[in-house]
């Protein structure tokens, strides 16, 4: 089998509840040709410690003050050399053959911009809340529906060759940059679903997305118009046509 290199970055705040089960997840794949980066913004919760603890296993490494998390990412971006790239929060889990099973897939398919597989739930413990998900999506689909549940970050390998060259996120959005990143490069190459868990994400009551839902959906609302805002204004006056004869069948 080829070895590809496979950069994976892990950006990093006042996580260490569960940065360690995330580094581990990373440093023991299966596969070996992984160079592992990870960017904290100069937690004080011993996330440091830990990031020193493994020091010696990844390839690069700081704790200081950063903008966020997307900031974190670029900067990550700007020391990775992988084929494929991938980020996972610290937080979230890989599965122990997620790596090289994007790659043998890869093998056969090196055309494809993303390839995902499906992505269980767990909460704060590490306990199962849902069985993996993820399907097949078109790029049509994912302006009009959105990732979920077609789609989970964590288990989303994006292909180097197709990546923007200046950034890896898009800094704009504090939430749903990897909506926005997904659909850049849904919108140029297919992307390709793997029927296998490849991670885990960890839904908890401080995680950034539960905490700032509105500010989350509006970003998300906001990629949808860029990328098609023709057909964003046809589905606004389709669902407003049946939201009125909704109504209009209660009042009769």
């Known amino acids: 089998m080829n070895q590809p290199l496979v950069s994976i970055i892990t950006p990093s705040f006042q996580q260490a509840d569960w940065l360690e089960t995330c580094m581990l997840s990373v440093l023991n794949q299966t596969y070996p040709n992984i160079e592992y980066i990870v960017i904290d913004g100069g937690s004080t919760d011993g996330s440091k410690e830990i990031i020193e603890r493994y020091a010696h296993k990844l390839s690069y490494w700081h704790s200081k003050k950063d903008t966020g998390q997307a900031n974190a990412l670029n ?3 700007q ?14 889990v890989l599965e122990h053959w997620a790596v090289e099973t994007i790659i043998r897939v890869h093998e056969v398919n090196p055309e494809f911009g993303v390839i995902y597989g499906k992505c269980k739930t767990i909460d704060q413990q590490g306990n199962l809340i849902a069985k993996g998900q993820g399907e097949q999506i078109r790029f049509e689909g994912l302006v009009r529906k959105g990732m979920l549940p077609a789609i989970f970050q964590p288990a989303c390998f994006f292909n180097s060759a197709y990546l923007r060259p200046d950034y890896f996120v898009n800094e704009k959005y504090e939430f749903a940059f990897d909506y926005e990143l997904i659909l850049h490069l849904a919108n140029q190459k ?14 908890h009551e401080n995680s950034k997305t539960a905490k700032h839902t509105y500010a989350a959906n509006k970003e998300k609302l906001a990629i949808q118009q860029a990328y098609n805002p023709e057909n964003w204004i046809k589905w606004k006056w389709l669902s407003l046509k049946n939201l009125i004869a909704k109504l209009s069948g209660k009042i009769h």
Do not use: H, M, P, Q
């Not at 020391?79 to 979230?92: H, Q, V």
């Not at 297919?190 to 839904?203: C, E, G, P, Q």
């Open 190 to 203: 297919t992307i390709l679903f793997v029927n296998r868990d490849l991670a885990s994400y960890r839904v």
């Open 79 to 92: 020391k990775a050399k992988g084929t494929f790239i991938a980020f996972l929060n610290a937080d979230d």
């Open 75 to 77: 900067i990550g971006y």
